[in-house]
């Protein structure tokens, strides 16, 4: 794939990063254009096409000079709130974004795999904050979130008029100290309140276990960061050398991440082809192809996806389905289709511009409409999906016992497979 490159507005020319988030990792991190150098009759739009940069320094100095709370007018605020109202007017609601220097901070340990907070992806989504997944070994997992449960309170305070960044910027915070939590279940419009210990979060992307009473492995993948590649091709070859026939590859509640991470896990399962299109602002087609080399290409996969399944986990499992290389079962993806690249600004900040919108192999677009599993399996409410670290120790028949009837149809679907055996315990 072809690396663009952009001037980052110091002067330098530098790659951006790409990502393929469902929403910046607000996990509990978060969040105007500065127009104090124009005056009343500074630099006009010559063209309705054209942004009028004089009415934005009139209503700039009209803030500064009268509004009454003199002790909210802060230069950098106001500079902020424009260039993220900039933003959200394109209308990509939760994807497209401004981040201040401290998201910048966040974003790039959040592609280490490091995070600080409750553990949870937000986006705005029809007028409420919702959830898009929990984190792995969270706070917010541990006690319960669920994707698309909504917030309705940060400490005891309504949010409905709040603005996504003023969200996080309340529920991030020191680890060991305390956030509550006001959420509603979406399917039964029930309310409950959570309190959660901000924690710092060491994500541990691929995690894996024979399941009990087989010969398949249940392999997870928490998100796509930076070297969860690498991680799984070592994974990969463990798994071989235990005689494992078969995998349930796991990306429930994968936020997603970055573009070069997705191409590299889908082509460990490929032979050949394409593992997404992409198509540009001008509606040209470009196809990313697989990668030479993969380390299970023939081994038989079945994919569960949900609702949390954003952005990453999208492009592989869309790739997977297309080319007919593994079922997928569970529920109807994120429905994240754009690809970011991040713009950085002259004092830190970043924009998060979605610049091409991607495509699976046969060319279907899922922006907003996500990715219909052939086998829709939904879970019970409050069952949340079964981790390979909780299946450690567990036996065959306390595993068919479970509720995670998602996990459970992926093993009846590969264990009908002719080449796969069952282990006797």
């Not at 409950?192 to 009990?212: D, F, G, M, N, Y």
């Not at 060319?363 to 981790?387: A, D, M, T």
Request: charged share 20%.
């Amino acid at each position: 794939m072809e690396t663009l490159t952009k001037d980052d507005g110091a002067g330098l020319n530098r790659p951006p990063t790409r990502h393929v988030y469902a929403w910046p990792l607000a996990m509990a991190f978060i969040a105007g254009i500065a127009f104090g150098w124009l005056s009343a009759t500074g630099c006009a739009s010559s063209s309705k096409n054209e942004p009028d940069f004089q009415l934005m320094a009139q209503a700039y100095n009209t803030i500064q000079h009268q509004y009454v709370n003199r002790a909210e007018v802060q230069p950098k605020e106001l500079t902020y709130g424009a260039l993220s109202g900039m933003v959200d007017a394109l209308g990509d609601t939760g994807h497209s974004t401004f981040l201040t220097p401290e998201m910048v901070k966040e974003l790039r340990n959040t592609e280490r795999g490091e995070f600080k907070g409750v553990g949870i992806e937000i986006q705005p989504k029809e007028g409420h904050v919702v959830v898009v997944a929990p984190i792995d070994g969270s706070p917010a997992q541990k006690a319960g979130v669920q994707p698309g449960d909504i917030i309705l309170k940060v400490a005891d305070q309504d949010i409905a008029d709040w603005p996504i960044s003023k969200v996080v910027e309340h529920i991030t915070g020191r680890a060991g100290t305390k956030i509550s939590l006001t959420l509603q279940d979406p399917r039964t419009s029930r309310t409950r309140q959570i309190t959660l210990v901000r924690a710092s979060i060491k994500l541990h992307e691929i995690t894996w276990q024979q399941l009990p009473g087989t010969s398949i492995a249940h392999l997870r993948l928490a998100s796509f960061d930076s070297g969860v590649t690498r991680d799984l091709k070592k994974s990969l070859i463990d798994i071989r050398r235990a005689g494992i026939s078969g995998v349930i590859l796991d990306l429930r509640n994968n936020p997603g991440g970055l573009l070069d991470e997705a191409v590299g896990v889908a082509s460990q399962f490929l032979n050949g082809g394409n593992v997404l299109l992409a198509k540009d602002a001008k509606g040209k087609i470009s196809a990313i192809p697989v990668e030479k080399g993969g380390g299970a290409t023939n081994l038989p996969i079945v994919v569960l996806v949900n609702g949390g399944s954003a952005s990453a986990a999208e492009i592989v499992s869309g790739s997977l389905q297309d080319l007919h290389r593994g079922a997928l079962v569970g529920e109807n993806t994120f429905g994240t289709g754009t690809v970011l690249e991040q713009f950085n600004l002259r004092d830190g900040s970043a924009i998060l511009l979605a610049v091409e919108e991607w495509l699976t192999p046969n060319g279907r677009s899922f922006w907003h409409k996500g990715i219909i599993p052939e086998f829709v399996v939904p879970l019970p409410p409050n069952v949340s999906p079964l981790l390979p670290s909780a299946e450690r120790g567990m036996t065959a028949e306390q595993l068919q016992q479970s509720d995670d009837r998602q996990l459970l149809t992926a093993l009846r679907l590969l264990s009908q497979d002719k080449a796969l055996s069952t282990v006797n315990q």
